[in-house]
């Protein structure tokens, strides 16, 4: 009823640039907060940054100044703009959306399927 799905992944070089775009689609009324997640092996998920949906973006330590989220609301979409990519941001990255759908007009906490993210020479 409700689907976020990512794209953009891949295989980058040291100091390479990737942007990750997730649209989401479905019974939606409206969307909140959007915001990315990364999860590398055998670590806990983490945030990486969020947006709301007036624009104002909040990143982890270990991405300012790299990373830069934005998001389309007639499109639903939000990206997250990749640069200067280290080995260590080697992970899969999740998509996160806070969904007012239109059916019961209830917020709903989504998460895409994830999109594989490898830095590596």
């Known amino acids: 009823q409700v689907q976020l799905v990512e794209s953009g992944g891949g295989l980058v070089q040291p100091g390479g640039s990737l942007r990750l775009s997730c649209a989401a689609s479905?019974?939606?009324?409206?969307?909140?907060?959007m915001g990315w997640y990364r999860e590398a092996p055998g670590k806990q998920r983490e945030l990486v940054a969020t947006?709301?949906?007036?624009?104002?973006?909040r990143y982890a330590d270990f991405v300012k100044g790299r990373f830069t989220i934005s998001r389309d609301n007639a499109k639903n979409t939000v990206y997250l703009q990749m640069n200067s990519l280290k080995p260590e941001d080697t992970a899969v990255y999740y998509c996160n959306a806070e969904i007012v759908r239109s059916d019961n007009k209830l917020t709903y906490n989504y998460w895409g399927q994830g999109t594989q993210v490898t830095v590596s020479a």
């Open positions: 947006i709301t949906r007036g624009g104002f973006a």
């Open positions: 479905g019974i939606i009324l409206n969307i909140n907060a």
